[in-house]
C-alpha cells in the first residue's frame, strides 16, 4: 500500500514553494515499511515544478520528492505518486492550494470620470498579483488630487464639487490605480485669447486629451494645438477645403470631410499624420462620430447622408435632400437630426437607419444642438430666428429673435450656455440655454464654427478672420 506521509492540503504564495516536501510512505500490508522503493512524482495540474521528481523510500518506507514549487494561477494544485507497476499498488495524490500574492495592480472601471456638479460616480476596482491573480476583499485607499473639485469616499464613491480636473488614487499596499476625474462646466467669458491661424480658420474639434483640430480652408490642412496652451503645435496635411473634422471617443482618430476632394479623410493623431482617405464622390460637409466611436456620420452637399464604420471604412448611404449642413445625436434616443439650408429638418431612426420624420422649418438652417436631457433641439438660422423644438416631435417650442442669423452654434458641457456665431454680424452670441437671454457678446471679424474642451471651461471658436478664439 502506498499512503501520504507528508501533509497534504497546503497552503502556499503562487509561484513559491510548499513548507512541507510531498513525502508518501510505502508498507505492506501488515503496515510494516518498504524500504529501496522508487516513487515518481509528477506535477497532475496547477503547472508547477519539482526539483526532484523520483525518490526511494528509505528504512521506514517514505519517499521524500524534491521542494515544491507551486504554479502561478491561484487555485488547486496536484502531485501524483506512483510506485512501480510491479508493487501493484494505486497511485496516491497530493494537494496544494496556490493563493494570491501581494497587490502588484490596481485596475479601476471607469478610468475617466466626467460628471456635472453634485452628480457621483462608484468606481469598481479589481486588484491583482504580480501574475494577474485577482486578491479576494484587498485593502484599499481613495484620495482625492483636489477635493475642491471632487471627492471620494472609504468606499469609492466619487462626487463632483466644482467644474475643474483632477484625478483619484486608488492604492493597495505599494500599487496604485488612477482615475481621470473632470467635474463639467462652462467657460467664464473673462479670458478671450486670440491666436493667429491662417487659410480662413472654418471647422474645430476638440478631443477629450485636449487635442485642438482646426480646419484652415485656404490650406488644405488641419492646424493643432494643444490645450492648454494657447499658440500652434503642429498641422495636418488634408485635402481640399477642409470644412469639418471630429474626433473618435477614445482620441487617436479624427475624420475630416475633404469638401472641395470629395473625400473623408482619416488622421492618425500621434502622428498628425492622414492615413486613407475615403471616396464618397461629392462635396462632403458635416462629420459626427456616434457615442461610441463606432460610426461616422457625414453629410453631403447632395443631400445624402453617409454612415461610415470606423473598423473598416466601408459605408452605407440614405438621401434626405438639398444641401446638409447640420447634424447632431439626441443623447437619449438613437435619433439623429440633420438640417437642410433650403429649410427641412430631418429626423433619422439611427436604429434602423431610416428617415422617421421630416418637417419645413424656413429659412436657412445650419448648425443643430440637442439639450442634455434630449427634449430640445436647437437650430441656428442664418437668415432667421433661433429655433427651439420639441427634439421628440419637431413642434416649435419657441423662437429667439435675439439670436437671430445664426450659423455654427454649441452647447457648452454642461448645458446651460448656448454658443452661437453669426458671421453676418461679426459676432458670437452666449446665451442662457434656459432663458435664452443674452449673457455676453464676443465681437470681432467672421466667427463660424464653436467646440468646447473635455471639461466645457474652455470655448474655442475659429474665425475667417485669420485666428482663433480661446474662451475661459
Do not use: C
Amino acid at each position: 500500500m502506498v499512503a501520504v506521509a507528508s501533509t497534504t492540503g497546503e497552503t502556499a504564495t503562487v509561484g513559491t514553494s510548499v513548507t512541507n516536501a510531498p513525502a508518501v510512505r510505502v508498507a505492506t500490508a501488515s503496515g510494516g515499511p518498504v524500504a529501496g522503493m522508487t516513487i515518481t512524482f509528477s506535477v497532475a495540474s496547477g503547472g508547477g515544478t519539482l526539483s526532484a521528481t523520483s525518490a526511494v523510500t528509505d528504512p521506514s518506507g517514505v519517499a521524500t520528492a524534491g521542494s515544491w514549487t507551486l504554479g502561478t494561477t491561484a487555485g488547486q494544485n496536484t502531485l501524483t505518486a506512483t510506485a512501480p507497476s510491479t508493487a501493484n499498488v494505486s497511485p496516491v495524490t497530493i494537494t496544494a492550494t496556490g493563493t494570491p500574492g501581494s497587490a502588484s495592480t490596481v485596475t479601476v472601471t471607469p478610468a475617466t470620470v466626467a460628471l456635472l456638479p453634485a452628480a457621483t460616480q462608484q468606481l469598481a476596482v479589481v486588484v491583482a498579483d504580480q501574475y494577474s491573480n485577482a486578491i479576494a476583499s484587498p485593502t484599499l485607499s481613495y484620495t482625492s488630487g483636489s477635493g475642491s473639485i471632487a471627492t471620494v469616499s472609504t468606499s469609492g464613491l466619487v462626487t463632483a464639487v466644482a467644474p475643474g480636473t483632477t484625478s483619484v488614487v486608488v492604492a493597495s499596499g505599494t500599487a496604485t490605480g488612477h482615475v481621470a476625474v473632470t467635474v463639467i462646466g462652462h467657460p467664464a467669458g473673462s479670458a478671450i485669447v486670440n491666436a493667429t491661424e491662417g487659410g480662413r480658420p472654418f471647422a474645430v474639434a476638440v478631443s477629450g486629451s485636449g487635442v485642438v483640430y482646426v480646419g484652415e480652408q485656404d490650406n488644405a490642412a488641419l492646424g493643432r494645438f494643444d490645450l492648454p496652451a494657447t499658440a500652434v503645435s503642429g498641422s495636418v496635411a488634408v485635402g481640399n477645403d477642409p470644412t469639418d473634422v471630429a474626433f473618435l471617443p477614445d482620441g487617436s482618430k479624427a475624420f475630416v470631410t475633404n469638401q472641395g476632394s470629395n473625400t473623408v479623410g482619416v488622421i492618425d493623431v500621434a502622428t498628425n499624420t492622414q492615413t486613407t482617405t475615403i471616396p464618397i464622390g461629392e462635396p462632403v460637409l458635416r462629420v459626427l462620430s456616434s457615442n461610441d466611436g463606432s460610426k461616422m456620420y457625414v453629410t453631403t452637399a447632395m443631400g445624402h447622408l453617409f454612415i461610415i464604420n470606423t473598423s473598416d471604412n466601408s459605408f452605407t448611404s440614405l438621401t434626405l435632400g438639398g444641401t446638409l449642413n447640420g447634424l447632431a445625436l439626441n443623447p437619449a434616443t438613437s435619433v439623429l437630426y440633420a438640417s437642410s439650408t433650403t429649410g427641412t429638418l430631418y429626423e433619422v431612426d439611427l436604429s434602423t437607419n431610416s428617415v422617421t420624420d421630416s418637417v419645413t422649418f424656413g429659412g436657412r438652417p445650419q448648425d443643430l444642438a440637442v439639450s442634455p436631457d434630449g427634449s430640445k433641439l436647437f437650430v441656428a438660422n442664418e437668415t432667421g430666428d433661433l429655433g427651439v423644438l420639441n427634439a421628440n416631435t419637431l413642434a416649435s417650442i419657441t423662437s429667439v429673435s435675439a439670436a437671430a442669423d445664426g450659423f455654427g452654434m454649441a452647447l457648452t458641457r454642461d448645458g446651460t450656455q448656448l454658443y452661437v456665431t453669426r458671421p453676418s454680424h461679426g459676432d458670437v452670441l452666449v446665451l442662457d440655454a434656459t432663458t435664452y437671454a443674452v449673457l455676453q457678446t464676443i465681437s470681432g471679424g467672421t466667427p463660424r464654427r464653436v467646440a468646447f474642451d473635455r471639461s466645457g471651461l474652455t470655448g474655442v471658436i475659429t474665425n475667417e478672420a485669420g485666428y482663433v478664439s480661446f474662451v475661459r
